[in-house]
């Protein structure tokens, strides 16, 4: 059940973004004056910000075998499905924003997906939250290396 779960937090976004359609709606024009705000300003990550993604993720850790997530500075792959990271976003808020380039069964779609690293008594995980996919959520942990 548990790799059932894994495959379905990993294939699932990979398949959706071979339907293509990753492009979010454009943005209303507000009819309303804005207060000025003090937002945080999201800026390119740097190496060592984005560091803790790297690595083998899975839903349970002890039994990641074949259904793993794989995340590099330049790859997200999971189990039948990759992407080509074209850059890292530092939120400012605890998440970074990977922006991919993906492709499956023939075809190229762009994709967003936010990442927070996480630490508790599992162990070292991460939310993932697709962004282009209705903000899909999913949590994975670090594979064991010792496996």
Excluded at 78 to 96: A, H, K, Q, R, Y
Excluded at 112 to 139: H, W
Aim: charge should be neutral.
């Amino acid at each position: 059940m548990r790799q059932f779960r894994l495959a379905a937090a990993i294939v699932v976004p990979g398949l959706l973004a071979a339907c293509g359609g990753g492009n979010p709606p454009p943005a209303q024009p507000s009819t309303q004056a804005s207060a000025p705000t003090t937002t945080q300003v999201a800026t390119p990550a740097t190496a060592d910000a984005i560091k803790p993604l790297f690595g083998d993720w899975g839903l349970d850790p002890a039994h990641c075998g074949d259904q793993v997530l794989k995340i590099s500075a330049k790859r997200f792959e999971g189990p039948g499905s990759g992407c080509d990271i074209t850059g890292f976003t530092d939120n400012g808020d605890g998440t970074l924003t990977a922006a991919m380039s993906c492709t499956a069964n023939g075809q190229t779609s762009k994709e967003r997906i936010s990442m927070r690293p996480i630490f508790g008594p599992t162990g070292e995980g991460i939310d993932l939250v697709y962004l282009d996919r209705k903000n899909l959520a999913s949590e994975v942990l670090r594979c064991d290396a010792t496996k």
